[in-house]
């Protein structure tokens, strides 16, 4: 058996359930997915996602969205665009 290590934490208790939910839906202890993400981070030598500030668009876009606005779009991602660049 490997040697473990302890890891103790503070998050938001909110944000652990989100999560905890979302690991189990998936078959994941949260210590699997601290793991997973620890391994990620050794094999990419960095973090295994992009980290950035989000424009002014972007957070507007996000608020919306927390909001319950924002639209939904039926069909495929190519009549998504085409639907896009019609309106420029």
């Not at 103790?8 to 078959?27: M, Q």
């Not at 981070?41 to 973090?47: N, S």
């Not at 608020?63 to 939904?72: D, F, H, I, Q, S």
């Amino acid at each position: 058996m490997a040697r473990t290590a302890y890891l103790n934490a503070r998050i938001e208790p909110d944000l652990k359930d989100g999560a905890e939910k979302i690991f189990s839906a998936v078959g994941l202890s949260t210590s699997d997915a601290i793991s997973l993400f620890f391994r990620q981070v050794v094999l990419r030598k960095g973090l295994p996602f992009d980290v950035c500030i989000p424009n002014a668009v972007t957070v507007e876009a996000l608020k919306e969205l927390e909001a319950g606005g924002g639209t939904v779009h039926r069909g495929s991602a190519q009549e998504l665009f085409d639907e896009i660049l019609a309106e420029d």
